[in-house]
């Protein structure tokens, strides 16, 4: 029995030795084909690197012609608002001040100040009224001299100064052009 166990032995330390043989050049094979793929990985991926920096750039061009279209079109669109804001803003304003004018004037012609047609009208009447005047005058002058000159031998004596009462000014009530509508 000692020669079976022998045997037996035997054969196992040969089947163990087979076994670690084995082993030993698995991990030996999978130790090279790690050191295998880490050098194809630096070999690779440097252009891999590259690759996607070079499309990274793409889609960042691609990115950036979209923001500024959008941008361009957000402010056309608002600056088109802001016109179209600041138009009717002046528009309320120019309504605003014809009612202001108005009122104004209104009120003005209730306390009888005269309105810049009122003056115009009456600067052309007086303008009128001069030109007439002179051309009267211009007529009448040699006569009016003739007749200084037989007056002024004759010395007007002044008349006596009598006393004059003060009597208040009377008040001249304003024109009323509301009650007369």
């Not at 108005?102 to 309105?115: F, H, I, K, M, Y």
């Not at 115009?120 to 007749?147: H, I, N």
Request: hydrophobic share 45%; net charge positive; charged share 30%.
């Amino acid at each position: 029995m000692v020669k079976k166990f022998s045997k037996a032995a035997a054969e196992s330390n040969k089947a163990d030795s087979n076994l670690l043989a084995t082993v030993k050049e698995s991990s030996s094979h999978i130790w090279l084909a790690g050191l295998g793929a880490f050098s194809k990985a630096q070999e690779e991926g440097s252009k891999v690197f590259e690759a996607l920096v070079k499309e990274g750039t793409g889609l960042q061009k691609r990115f950036r012609k979209f923001a500024d279209n959008q941008v361009s079109d957000v402010t056309n669109e608002v600056s088109g608002k802001i016109t179209e804001a600041t138009s009717k803003a002046a528009g309320a304003w120019d309504r605003l001040e014809t009612v202001f004018e108005d009122r104004v004037g209104r009120a003005v012609g209730r306390l009888g100040v005269p309105t810049k047609a009122d003056i115009t009208k009456l600067t052309t009447r007086v303008e009128e009224l001069t030109k007439m005047v002179q051309k009267l005058s211009a007529g009448k002058a040699p006569v009016a001299a003739k007749a200084a000159a037989a007056a002024k031998p004759a010395v007007a004596k002044p008349a006596a100064a009598k006393p004059v009462a003060a009597k208040p000014a009377a008040r001249k009530p304003a024109a009323k052009k509301a009650a007369a509508k």
